[in-house]
């Protein structure tokens, strides 16, 4: 691969810019799936965009680690973070950081709250979010609006938020806090590419700012516990101790950002899809049975999260090529959901495909331990929408977030009728 390619493959804005990241991912799985990548500012690292490769690494948890590097970052942003004296390090340390057996024991403290039959207690209070964003819709009379700020956005952070415990008036905080984290690359929402130690300083002051406001949270719920899923992990107890204060903020920040900003990423990108693909809607409002595989289909489509960083512990045999001991390998999982040797037609979005083993989750020990809520969270939404919505139209060009991490949309301009 060429220097160019290879800085396209980590650049936040090709990676805004679906056709030309799903011709790069297309080039790399037909020609070199397992592929070491060098580019200009970023430490190099095996580029993984088959859906069988990424599926076999993320089996073997004991081989490839999370803990040593978990997301691309440039050579000045690394750089920073050790200037600051491991501040960074220091700051934040999520279940998504952890090995085993950390990884297992944190993971342990949420996981009846956020697996399988736990969310069902979620179901009322979502159904009612949902209902309330419909109702939103509702206010702007079929005239253009941004969908992406008024609704996708919003519904999912207050689904998190209610979840947690943070009180409404809050909220607005959360989604600024969240969107400037995950958008500091993309200048419009404050980031700038070009100052990348003042970057790396912003990161770390918006954690700190997270960090100031769950650890006031945590206090409070040790003092005076509430049915919510902040007193959950004020009180947890991996290893039957105590949680730290700093897994305990780091739980609460990575929830608050992750629990929310993919959720949101897939409302607004599935709803473009459907824009782009009136049959698909058509067919969806003929018969809202398929709503469940329409939601998978979305999630398939939308692959949020774009990647995640492993590192080898040990020399591992994948394929034809050895990855040694110490080497980065990035998943790329829009590419895997895209890879023909799983999906039939990957290019053609279809709400009645099946099976849909897609990845946008991720998969093996380190699945998304939220998984079960966004279902919760899409389906529920989808369903409402599909009953109140009549008509749906485009306004204006879609503007996508320019993140090598996880996507979203600054702006989804559209005009949105009610049945009456």
Not at 35 to 41: A, I
Not at 160 to 183: A, C, K, N, W, Y
Not at 373 to 391: K, S
Request: hydrophobic share 40%; glycine share 8%; proline share 5%.
């Amino acid at each position: 691969m060429s220097t160019e390619l290879a800085d396209s493959l980590v650049s936040p804005a090709v990676h805004a810019d679906e056709d030309r990241i799903h011709a790069l991912f297309s080039e790399l799985r037909r020609t070199s799936p397992v592929h070491w990548t060098q580019p200009v500012d970023y430490r190099p690292f095996w580029a993984l965009t088959r859906h069988a490769d990424i599926m076999e690494v993320s089996r073997k948890n004991d081989v490839f680690i999370n803990s040593r590097r978990l997301n691309l970052m440039t050579r000045a942003q690394e750089a920073a973070a050790k200037k600051s004296g491991g501040k960074y390090a220091r700051m934040y340390r999520t279940v998504a950081h952890m090995d085993n057996p950390d990884h297992r024991e944190y993971r342990r403290v949420t996981a009846e709250w956020f697996m399988g039959p736990g969310v069902r207690k979620f179901e009322a209070a979502v159904a009612a979010l949902a209902e309330e964003s419909l109702d939103h819709i509702a206010t702007f009379g079929g005239a253009p609006f941004d969908y992406a700020r008024e609704v996708a956005n919003l519904f999912p952070l207050r689904v998190i938020m209610s979840i947690l415990g943070v009180p409404r008036e809050d909220q607005p905080l959360m989604l600024r806090l969240t969107q400037e984290f995950f958008g500091a690359d993309d200048a419009d929402l404050g980031g700038d590419g070009a100052r990348e130690g003042d970057d790396a300083g912003r990161r770390f002051d918006l954690l700190q700012q997270f960090f100031d406001y769950f650890t006031a949270m945590a206090a409070d719920r040790r003092k005076s516990p509430r049915d919510d899923l902040a007193t959950v992990i004020a009180c947890g107890r991996p290893y039957d101790g105590p949680m730290g204060d700093l897994e305990t903020a780091s739980y609460y920040a990575v929830i608050a950002t992750a629990g929310h900003d993919t959720t949101a990423a897939v409302t607004a990108g599935g709803l473009l899809a459907l824009l782009e693909n009136p049959d698909q809607w058509q067919k969806l409002r003929a018969d809202p049975e398929k709503i469940k595989s329409a939601v998978e289909e979305m999630l398939r489509w939308v692959s949020p999260v774009k990647h995640f960083l492993r590192t080898a512990r040990e020399d591992y045999r994948l394929g034809d090529t050895t990855i040694a001991a110490g080497d980065g390998v990035a998943l790329f999982y829009p590419s895997a959901n895209r890879d023909d040797a799983v999906f039939t037609d990957p290019f053609r979005f279809d709400i009645e495909r099946t099976p849909n083993r897609h990845l946008a989750f991720g998969f093996g020990g380190h699945m998304c331990l939220g998984l079960s809520l966004a279902r919760l969270e899409l389906t529920t939404f989808l369903r409402a929408f599909v009953r109140r919505v009549d008509r749906i139209e485009p306004a204006g060009e879609p503007q996508r977030i320019h993140a090598n991490l996880v996507g979203g949309f600054k702006a989804l301009p559209v005009r949105i009728g009610l049945v009456h």
